[in-house]
């Protein structure tokens, strides 16, 4: 974030629940609660911007 012109937007948090897509493409991935937390925030460099939304995942046995 340091690169010069480099701008992040203002970030946003939603919880999300199982009528949300990012909820359930997570839920196939590992063992989820009745919730999960989740952000975005808007990326810009000159006239080129990317969405970036994140989703806040449990500990999965996968990645330990």
Do not use: M
């Not at 970030?11 to 629940?17: A, C, L, S, T």
């Not at 839920?27 to 810009?44: F, K, N, P």
Request: charged share 25%; aromatic share 12%; net charge positive.
């Amino acid at each position: 974030f340091t690169y010069p012109g480099f701008l992040r937007g203002r970030i946003e948090f939603q919880r999300i629940d199982g009528r949300h897509p990012l909820y359930r493409r997570a839920a196939a991935l590992c063992q989820v609660g009745e919730t999960l937390w989740a952000r975005r925030s808007l990326h810009r460099l000159e006239n080129q911007q990317v969405l970036v939304t994140e989703v806040f995942l449990p500990a999965a046995q996968a990645f330990k």
